[in-house]
């Protein structure tokens, strides 16, 4: 169990939360697991009240924030944290409001000194880490910077998350319609207004083949989060190239199952955009605090294959690095994120002079791979999450492994 983990190692924490009686309920169900989490204490605090989210950040080394939709109940948090200099990490993929976030206190926060790290869920963490790997790789390895990365989720296995949705749909009603406009059609737009913008666009819903994983691509879900935190990575960590791009796609193998992610997403877009299907959506599907069973999250899993191609002279084929990142005994949403959230906040509050020796940025509205770095890969890599370069002219031939294995024992455990 999580918090267990963390009780073992002898790290000081406290659940927080605006209902006491909710707080024993939760602390009872820990206890049941671990009798040492009986003396883990509360913090009584409200999104809404500054007075009591100032006492918590005032108290604490770092806040790890998983109540959503972030836009309604995270505002506030952010702040206070700033004020008190305090780290900070979530788990929103509300990035309407993560650029709110970056345009209100990303100076404040880099003055400081103090991360405010969005999206270290499932949605970006290992395709924001997995697009790093890469680009050390390449450049510890090869001496080349990054020109473009692939990140091609080959399989995954979870249930449907209540506050997932949830959030999903308070971003398309409660922001602007414009605004949702730009977040979608731009792959810099948590960049600042005046940086020149490069030339990667956002993909169309048609299949494509892609012929360095020799695979069919189809949309996927988390795409318009995921490649704005890579390119957003790609500004404030400057290690890959000058005109970087970045393409993420589910990759099922055959023509028919891309093509069948074609038809998903366009019918999650239509629900996301029309207001009758919203309201449908609202009555059927799972609410804020429902998801899967404590037996689909423990058979959970996912399984990537990154794919980097090197910055070469005009005229010159690229060199290809490949990686396998995956997690094969966790669910993505649920048990996943949970795991990936802990270890980045543990990152925040134990490794900081690990990040600053890897050259992490000091403070700022930031990103997981520009906050922690390869330092957050190594932690990851301790708990059991995969990351690993495969392919690359780097290793010898003994060392290197086909695509369909980069995720070798991701399955059912």
């Known amino acids: ?32 697991i671990d009798p040492a ?7 009584i605090a409200d999104a ?26 995270g505002s506030k948090v952010v702040a206070a944290a700033v004020q008190q200099g305090t780290h900070y990490c979530d788990i929103t993929g509300e990035l309407v409001w993560v650029k709110r976030m970056i345009a209100a206190h990303h100076e404040a926060a880099a003055a400081k000194g103090v991360k405010v790290v969005h999206c270290c869920g499932y949605d970006s963490i290992p395709f924001d880490l997995g697009v790093l790997l890469l680009a050390d790789h390449a450049r510890q390895k090869l001496g080349r910077g990054l020109a473009q990365a692939y990140g091609l989720v080959l399989d995954a296995r979870g249930g449907f998350s209540g506050g997932t949705i949830a959030s999903g749909l308070h971003q398309a009603e409660a922001e602007a319609s414009s605004e949702v406009a730009a977040l979608m059609g731009d792959k810099y737009y948590l960049w600042p207004k005046e940086q020149a913008r490069g030339s990667d666009k956002p993909p169309g819903l048609l299949p494509e083949w892609n012929a360095y994983a020799q695979r069919w691509m189809g949309p996927f879900v988390m795409e318009a989060i995921n490649s704005r935190i890579v390119q957003r990575s790609s500004l404030l960590n400057g290690l890959y190239g000058p005109d970087f791009k970045y393409r993420e796609a589910m990759a099922p193998g055959g023509l028919l199952g891309a093509a069948a992610m074609s038809g998903l997403m366009a019918g999650l877009g239509a629900m996301f955009a029309l207001g009758p299907l919203r309201a449908l959506a609202k009555a059927r599907l799972p609410q ?25 002279q005009p005229g010159q084929q690229p060199q290809v690095i490949v990686a396998g990142c995956a997690d094969s005994s966790r669910d993505p949403g649920y048990w996943g994120t949970a795991r990936l959230v802990l270890e980045a906040g543990l990152c925040l509050a134990l490794d900081r002079p690990a990040c600053d020796a890897a050259g992490c940025q000091a403070g700022g509205v930031l990103t997981p791979a520009s906050a922690m770095g390869m ?9 059991g999450v995969r990351f690993e370069v495969t392919q690359s002219p780097a290793l010898g031939k003994q060392q290197q492994q086909p695509v369909e294995a980069v995720g070798a024992g991701a399955g059912k455990q």
């Open 375 to 383: 330092v957050l890969v190594g932690r990851l890599r301790q708990a």
């Open 288 to 312: 804020p605090g429902q998801g899967p069973t404590r037996d689909a999250m423990m058979s959970g899993y996912w399984k990537h294959s990154m794919i980097g191609l090197t910055q070469e």
């Open 1 to 32: 169990m999580l918090p267990c983990t963390a009780q073992a190692q002898g790290i000081r924490w406290a659940m927080a939360g605006r209902s006491r009686a909710k707080l024993e309920e939760v602390k009872q169900q820990l206890t049941s």
């Open 37 to 43: 989490c009986a003396s883990v204490p509360f913090v």
């Open 48 to 73: 809404d009240d500054e007075a009591s989210l100032a006492r918590l950040a005032a108290d604490t080394d770092v806040i790890i924030a998983t109540a959503g939709p972030f836009a309604k109940y």
